[in-house]
């Protein structure tokens, strides 16, 4: 659909197994990390990572933003063999 669903997060160290938890899921969807706590996809997966957000009430601290173009969108297209 040519959105990227871009997943960022400032989780506290007593939240650290969520914090963990929510990174492991990202990678293991296909997130492709931008930066630590920056994760980037072209797939529509919002419930997957509310679920996630809801088990470890990480909510505060993680926002996922919907984009339509990036400065890295021809690295990213041929990351994901789009």
Do not use: M
Not at 16 to 31: E, I, M, W, Y
Not at 68 to 76: A, E, G, N
């Amino acid at each position: 659909d040519g959105i990227w669903r871009i997943v960022i997060f400032d989780i506290p160290e007593n939240l650290k197994q969520g914090r963990n938890a929510l990174a492991s899921k990202l990678r293991h969807l296909g997130f492709y990390p931008l930066q630590k706590s920056v994760f980037i996809y072209p797939y529509n997966c919002k419930d997957e990572v509310d679920f996630i957000i809801e088990i470890f009430d990480l909510r505060p601290f993680v926002r996922f933003i919907l984009a339509k173009k990036t400065d890295i969108d021809l690295d990213l297209k041929n990351k994901f063999k789009l």
